[in-house]
């Protein structure tokens, strides 16, 4: 099993670019979770899917944040414009979908640097 | 909205010691409980999780303890030894739906084993 996996592992840009991060969840897996973690903040749920749909985005800051899941094996968070407080380290996690709650399993994450 | 306290934030024990890191929730319908271990510049890490139909739970020398009337749960690792050193987090999740919901992350405890 190859686990979660997340590119890129580290992305340095200047402020007001385009950043988009990418993530394939395990097969089989038809939740995905999309979270921040800084310092500050700890770890913070952006946004997650069950099958492909978006059930919560609370968690998004501002419209400069967008997520997709256009098939079950792929989903992308994007920010644009980027700002340098958008620095962080950004993980996706998926998980079986069940009647109960299952275990999320994380990737390695996308170290995140707006300059 | 729903929240999840840990304590302490840090903590310091002597090899071989025991160390207890504590959880409260906020929302009582929440179900599930997992504890992720997250080393230097790594991916958080389950390492036990427990569900609400039980008080207790161990692997080896980690255990989890569950009290639902107090909203309370508790991670506990005897026999520390240095690889145990790390930042750990408890999550609370409640069903959404009839389906899975989000996890609910507590701030984190970085504990340190001293040799």
């Known amino acids: 099993d190859a686990g979660v996996i997340q590119s890129p592992r580290h992305e340095v840009t200047e402020m007001g670019q385009e950043v988009t991060l990418r993530c394939k969840p395990i097969?089989?897996?038809?939740?995905l979770f999309w979270y921040r973690q800084t310092m500050m903040r700890g770890l913070e749920l952006l946004i997650y899917?069950?099958?492909?749909?978006?059930?919560?985005d609370s968690g998004m800051p501002e419209d400069r944040f967008s997520a997709k899941m256009p098939n079950a094996s792929f989903s992308t968070l994007k920010i644009q414009p980027s700002e340098p407080r958008d620095s962080a380290v950004y993980f996706c996690a998926s998980s079986p979908l069940g009647p109960s709650n299952q275990p999320q399993h994380f990737g390695d994450g996308t170290r995140l640097s707006i300059l | 909205g729903e929240s999840v306290e840990q304590h302490p934030s840090t903590l310091s024990v002597q090899e071989g010691d025991s160390a207890v890191i504590k959880c409260t929730y906020s929302?009582?319908?929440?179900?599930?409980f997992p504890w992720y271990k997250q080393e230097l510049g790594k991916r958080p890490q389950l390492i036990i999780d427990?569900?609400?139909?039980?008080g207790e739970k161990k692997d080896q020398r980690i255990a989890v303890t569950l009290n639902k009337t107090a909203k309370h749960f508790s991670l506990h690792i005897t026999e520390t030894q240095p690889e145990d050193s790390a930042v750990y987090f408890c999550?609370?999740?409640?069903?959404?739906?009839?389906?899975?919901?989000?996890?609910?992350f507590g701030k984190g405890t970085k504990l340190s084993v001293k040799p």
């Open positions: 899917f069950n099958n492909n749909v978006p059930i919560d």
């Open positions: 097969s089989g897996h038809n939740s």
């Open positions: 999550a609370a999740s409640k069903n959404y739906g009839g389906s899975q919901g989000n996890l609910i």
């Open positions: 427990i569900r609400s139909n039980v």
């Open positions: 929302d009582s319908a929440s179900n599930y």
